[in-house]
């Protein structure tokens, strides 16, 4: 079994804080022991790689990553000052993406950080929603970063439509276990005239959210060139999301029910509501 079995959601849930504003945070000692870095010099280099990531996505260090001090106690009533960090959620997920990628926690982090951080940027009250809302919500979203994505990949080399439709096959044959859009399609029974993304449910489709946003991420980052290498790079992302999902005792997503309604047919029902 593997190690990553030991852990869940609930690692990081358990040491989230809610200050007086109902606001959530973490503390980075808390966390630090969570993701299994020994040393506070070490975890703090990546901290400190994450407030640069956070500067150049265009947001206030400020407003995500806090200095604060606590007391501890070392013994015999005696107590210490010792300097920690409050993060946001945001502060949490660029930490684990810039976290130790041997540790098999970090994966998890990854996973936990990025999809809760992607729910929160589609609608503040995700978990309120139905299984229909969140299908348009992360359907819309996934239409956004496609284009994101499309555009990391342009700049890594991948220039001609053929080729980025190869791109695209790579991602899913990472995620799906070597399946590609066409055996997809045909293993969902969807017309040729049906796009995949319209008939996932949420589940599948957050874990395609996952692979496109970590993906075009990857591609900036490490400013990625050649279409060779962005290919390999969108599959492996597809594969290590794939992996998550299995470590975490989560459904493949090529096993995954294909729902009823499409999300043309939501929306058009949607539309024949707004106008009665």
């Known amino acids: 079994m593997s190690d990553l079995a030991k852990y869940s959601e609930k690692n990081f849930e358990n040491i989230k804080h809610i200050n007086e504003y109902g606001e959530e945070f973490w503390y980075a000692r808390e966390l630090q022991i969570v993701l299994e870095y020994v040393q506070w010099r070490r975890f703090y280099d990546v901290i400190e790689r994450a407030k640069i990531a956070c500067e150049n996505s265009g947001k206030s260090i400020s407003d995500h990553f806090a200095n604060v001090g606590k007391m501890v106690e070392i013994g ?34 990854q996973t936990y950080f990025a999809v809760k951080a992607r729910q929160q940027e589609l609608v503040d009250n995700f978990d ?31 220039v001609e439509p053929r080729d980025y439709a190869i791109f695209q096959n790579y991602g899913y044959k990472g995620l799906y276990g070597g399946m590609d859009m ?49 290919n390999k790079t969108h599959y492996d992302v597809g594969v290590k999301v794939r992996k998550t999902i299995k470590e975490l ?28």
Not at 196 to 220: P, Y
Not at 251 to 273: A, N, V, W, Y
Request: proline fraction near 3%; include cysteine.
């Open 128 to 158: 309120t929603l139905t299984e229909e809302q969140r299908r348009l919500a992360i359907r819309n979203e996934m239409i956004k970063h496609n284009k994101l994505l499309a555009d990391a990949a342009n700049k890594a080399g991948v």
């Open 249 to 276: 005792g989560g459904t493949m997503p090529e096993d995954l029910p294909t729902p009823d309604k499409s999300i043309k047919q939501i929306e058009r029902e949607i539309e024949k509501k707004k106008l009665k």
């Open 76 to 109: 015999s009533g005696a107590a210490r000052r010792v300097d920690d960090i409050m993060l946001s959620r945001y502060a949490c997920y660029l930490i684990v993406m810039n976290g130790d990628p041997k540790k098999e926690v970090i994966a998890l982090g």
């Open 182 to 230: 066409k055996a997809i399609h045909k293993h969902k029974g969807l017309k040729k005239s049906q796009k995949i993304l319209d008939h996932m449910g949420s589940t599948e489709l957050a874990a395609n959210l996952f692979r496109a946003t970590q993906t075009e991420e990857k591609l900036r980052r490490e400013n990625i060139k050649g279409k060779e290498k962005a």
